[in-house]
């Protein structure tokens, strides 16, 4: 079966930097998505990765290793309002989005 | 605002009831999906639909009945639901559900709880 993992719930501090990691098994593969939702809002895009490496934007990175099944989302000099859920999802052979159960990232002061 | 809305925001309902969710996109995208999102589980895909047709029916039990009149509209219609049923509703819309690198936009979902 196709299956996306990613913790449950990670704490970090403000002005700090965390990595949320994502692991995926699915058939085929056709690109990588995170997003990020806000507590009763919609998932809002954040990035997207189809080859190896690393994609900067701003004080977001994302990670892929394709061999790996592998992906990391990297936010640095957190702020408040990046406490929220973070998704990743996979494209798969049949360009279907497989997507994990997201991972709850709260920001303490 | 990301140009997805969806209303009501927040609906209960019985099991006898029959409502249905409204969906508008205003972007211009010609692919449009309903998706349920359940604590602490993935998304799970309902329904895809590309130039008004159906191209996704992802085994939803029937009580659920999807309608896209033109690419900017997708209603869900309920009937009989079960309390298993009580998730946020999403809607999202893209360029083309085939297209590898376009992202999905979301609308705000609406809560439904079925009592």
């Known amino acids: 079966g196709q299956n996306i993992d990613q913790p449950t719930e990670m704490t970090a501090t403000e002005g700090a930097i965390v990595q949320i990691n994502c692991t995926y098994q699915t058939s085929g593969f056709n690109g990588l998505f995170w997003y990020q939702q806000h507590a009763g809002e919609a998932p809002t895009f954040l990035s997207y990765n189809v080859l190896d490496g690393l994609e900067e934007k701003g004080r977001f990175s994302s990670f892929l290793s394709r061999s790996k099944g592998y992906s990391y989302l990297l936010l640095k000099e957190l702020q408040m309002k990046d406490s929220a859920s973070y998704l990743c999802a996979v494209r798969d052979s049949n360009y279907q989005l497989i997507w994990g159960a997201g991972t709850k990232l709260i920001i303490k002061p | 605002e990301t140009g997805v809305t969806q209303t009501p925001r927040h609906l209960v309902m019985g099991m006898t009831n029959k409502k249905s969710l409204k969906c508008e996109q205003h972007?211009?995208?010609?692919?449009m999906y309903w998706y349920k999102q359940s604590a602490k589980k993935p998304l799970e895909l309902m329904f895809v639909y590309n130039f008004k047709e159906q191209t996704e029916n992802n085994s939803v039990p029937s009580r659920f009945s999807p309608e896209c009149p033109n690419s900017s509209h997708l209603f869900l219609h309920l009937h009989t639901l079960q309390p298993e049923d009580s998730a946020l509703y999403l809607c999202a819309s893209s360029q083309m559900s085939g297209s590898p690198s376009y992202e999905q936009y979301f609308g705000p979902g609406t809560r439904l709880t079925v009592t």
């Open positions: 972007l211009g995208h010609n692919a």
